[in-house]
């Protein structure tokens, strides 16, 4: 079955340091993966896709299809980064092409 | 307008109650998603429109649970005879791709709280 995991529910960190993201996905197709986020008051909306290989805020991701990972990452996170942060993945190759989303991860940049 | 609208914002319902929720998708956009995310979890899908046609409505938790876009713009999600399980945010999304097409670019709305007393 098609599943995302994001096995941290909450990550604190302070100002200035690396922050990485976990999410793993069980697929055994070709999916195409995600990175949504919702920063507080605010809409989820799209961060990154890893087939368009950008940087956005900092953010870089990379498809791992060996370890089945799409972990996401910044080298110097800044306060602002805090929010939810949710992993998502689809199939354009199947009948669904529908986003399935993990249980997302809660990021605390202190100051 | 300026994004995906959902109205109400927030709706309090009592258990075997039916409520409707509504979506004012970006105009023009082809595709409508809705799905429901309960307290700390992430969105699951609900049903996915392209234009009038709804062409997935696999993740409709139950027969309680309707969906309509019959002039394809403006959605309506309907349960009827609420249940306290039932309490979650509804989203609902639209893009202007169609299938294959609408990841690429996909816009949320604000969602619907729906609590179930």
């Known amino acids: 079955a098609q599943r995302v995991t994001q096995p941290e529910k909450l990550l604190s960190v302070f100002k200035g340091a690396p922050v990485e993201l976990k999410c793993n996905y069980s697929?055994?197709?070709?999916?195409?993966l995600f990175w949504y986020v919702q920063y507080s008051r605010q809409r989820l909306q799209l961060l990154l896709r890893?087939?368009s290989r950008e940087s956005i805020k900092g953010f870089t991701a990379d498809l791992n299809k060996g370890e089945t990972s799409f972990h996401l990452k910044k080298p110097f996170a800044q306060e602002e980064d805090s929010a939810m942060y949710y992993c998502?993945?689809?199939?354009?190759?199947?009948?669904?092409?529908?986003?399935?989303f993990g249980k997302g991860t809660k990021l605390s940049v202190k100051p | 307008g300026a994004g995906v609208s959902q109205s109400p914002r927030y709706k309090v319902a009592k258990r075997g109650q039916d409520v409707a929720l509504r979506c004012d998708p970006i105009?023009?956009?082809?595709?409508l998603f809705w799905y429901q995310q309960a307290l700390g979890q992430g969105p699951e899908f609900l049903t996915y429109f392209q234009n009038e046609a709804q062409l997935d409505k696999s993740g409709l938790p139950s027969d309680r649970f309707f969906a309509e876009r019959p002039e394809g713009s403006v959605s309506t999600l309907k349960i009827q005879r609420t249940q306290q399980e039932d309490s979650a945010v509804y989203l609902c999304a639209s893009s202007p791709g169609g299938f294959r097409e609408f990841n690429e670019k996909l816009f949320f709305g604000s969602g619907t709280q729906l609590s179930v007393l």
């Open positions: 105009s023009g956009h082809v595709s």
């Open positions: 998502a993945l689809t199939d354009y190759g199947g009948s669904q092409g529908n986003l399935i």
């Open positions: 890893h087939i």
């Open positions: 697929y055994s197709g070709s999916p195409e």
